[in-house]
């Protein structure tokens, strides 16, 4: 039945990633994992200073990688604002925006009444 339905509607290759994740950084974090799997079979000073050393390294190459791709999506913007293309301007400048939803923290007592203090 699934080959059916792989045949009918084709396969998706995933979630598309962020657009500042590259072949580098799955490199970084495909080493990082397997250093930690090797930590866990054998928890030796070695393995855990191994793992230690690429997770930061991954972490490093990841926050490179992001600060290049926003500093190319603010250039963007800003060469859109100069050109006078307000419409692609703005269209950069939503998508590069936070888009999640911050929902308000709230407290109720023990008869369920909402506290506001």
Request: aromatic share 6%.
């Amino acid at each position: 039945m699934s080959t059916t339905a792989t045949e009918v509607l084709g396969t998706t290759d995933g979630r598309p990633r962020n657009g500042w994740f590259d072949v580098e950084c799955q490199r970084a974090t495909d080493e990082k994992n397997l250093a930690r799997s090797r930590m866990l079979v054998a928890a030796t000073r070695q393995n855990r200073e191994r793992y230690r050393e690429l997770r930061a390294a991954e972490k490093r190459i990841h926050r490179r990688k992001k600060r290049q791709y926003e500093d190319h999506v603010l250039a963007e913007a800003q060469g859109s604002f100069d050109r006078g293309d307000v419409r692609k301007f703005y269209r950069t400048v939503n998508s590069a925006r936070y888009k999640g939803v911050s929902t308000p923290v709230m407290c109720n007592d023990r008869e369920g009444n909402l506290l506001t203090d």
